[in-house]
């Protein structure tokens, strides 16, 4: 059974930063892809940014610049590195975990950006 599991939310002031963790675990397909979606209030989950087990990359319009994925590989864990926060990016970001065919998702952390 495969467990995703994050860390790293809280409270930050527009323009601050912040570190998400996501850690897998469970059996892990080597060749996956990692990534990060979220969720505000009122609005649709959507996508943030993958990195696949190669380390290509892809990320959301709203985050490119911003928002900087990397994983490691050997420990299963994809991290999230948002600097420049604004208010607009409040949400719970979801870890979401993709490998043969299936869809794996956290539960989820609050990112909070407000003064």
């Known amino acids: 059974q495969v467990q995703l599991v994050e860390s790293g939310g809280g409270l930050v002031q527009p323009g601050g930063s912040l570190r998400l963790s996501c850690a897998a675990s469970?059996?892990?397909?080597?060749?996956?892809?990692m990534g990060w979606y979220r969720q505000a209030p009122g609005k649709e989950r959507e996508l943030v940014g993958l990195i696949s087990s190669g380390g290509s990359t892809n990320y959301a319009d709203s985050v490119k610049g911003r928002f900087t994925i990397s994983r490691d590989v050997a420990k299963n864990t994809v991290y999230l590195q948002m600097n420049s926060l604004k208010p607009e990016d409040t949400a719970v970001y979801y870890c979401?975990?993709?490998?043969?065919?299936?869809?794996?998702w956290g539960k989820g952390t609050l990112v909070t950006v407000s003064s």
């Open positions: 469970g059996s892990i397909f080597s060749i996956n892809v």
């Open positions: 979401n975990l993709q490998m043969r065919g299936m869809r794996y």
